[in-house]
């Protein structure tokens, strides 16, 4: 079954701190994973996109990792700031099939 | 980049009556576009999928007859909310994707309430 599992499922953290969020998935045949951020009220904005070969890829403070033979991924947020309060949402595709990870809730505080 | 706009961004409406919301791409064509619903704190359901020329195709649980979909044309597809009552009230977001690069692009949203 393909399916996208996303964890912590909610995180509070520190302004300025550094934060990892996980992605597991279980999707085949892969085409890429793609992290969004949601902020709320808003539809989602892509961060990154990785293909199989890729196993790293930046956005400014975002670095997104991928594991295609574990099947995982990751997410790492430097150097928090309030703005990054937001969901991410992790979004692996199949051809033209998109599967959801239920999402991260991130809180950043002062 | 490609960009998916939605209209109205958000609206009020009486329980019984029917709201029509739009979706489009605004710089691609889309033959396919996902309709979604999303309740507060939690994360995007998958309603259906939009096909230019033909039915939509609805996920398990979802009323076509309540959730009418029309894909008119490769850039907009309409959404119509019939009947509302206050539980259809939630944020409701389309997608498109392009084919190139197997990416999807998402609306802004429209958040319906129904008093």
């Known amino acids: 079954k393909n399916q996208v599992e996303q964890s912590p499922q909610s995180l509070i953290i520190l302004e300025g701190k550094n934060c990892t969020l996980q992605?597991?998935?279980?999707?085949?045949?892969?085409?890429?994973l793609r992290w969004y951020k949601q902020d709320t009220g808003r539809g989602p904005v892509s961060l990154t996109i990785?293909?199989?070969?890729?196993n790293t890829k930046s956005n400014g403070r975002y670095t997104a990792t991928l594991d295609a033979d574990t099947k995982q991924s990751s997410l790492h947020i430097t150097a928090s700031q309030l703005s990054d309060s937001a969901s991410y949402i992790c979004?692996?595709?199949?051809?033209?099939?998109?599967?959801f990870g239920t999402g991260t809730s991130l809180t950043v505080i002062p | 980049g490609a960009v998916v706009s939605q209209h109205p961004s958000w609206v009020i409406c009486k329980s019984g009556t029917s709201v029509k919301i739009e979706c489009r791409s605004l710089?691609?064509?889309?033959?396919?576009m996902f309709w979604y619903r999303q309740f507060p704190k939690q994360s995007l359901m998958l309603m259906a999928t939009?096909?230019?020329?033909?039915?939509?195709?609805?996920e398990q649980g979802v009323e076509k007859d309540k959730f009418l979909i029309n894909h008119a044309s490769l850039t907009l597809s309409t959404l119509t909310v019939t009947s509302a009552h206050p539980e259809d009230s939630s944020f409701y977001i389309c997608?498109?994707?392009?084919?190139?690069?197997?990416?999807?692009?998402f609306g802004p949203g429209t958040r319906l309430t129904v008093t």
């Open positions: 979004v692996v595709s199949a051809g033209n099939q998109f599967y």
């Open positions: 710089d691609f064509q889309a033959t396919t």
């Open positions: 939009s096909n230019e020329g033909s039915k939509a195709t609805y």
């Open positions: 997608s498109a994707p392009t084919r190139l690069v197997s990416e999807q692009y």
């Open positions: 990785m293909t199989f070969s890729e």
């Open positions: 992605c597991n998935y279980t999707v085949s045949p892969f085409s890429n």
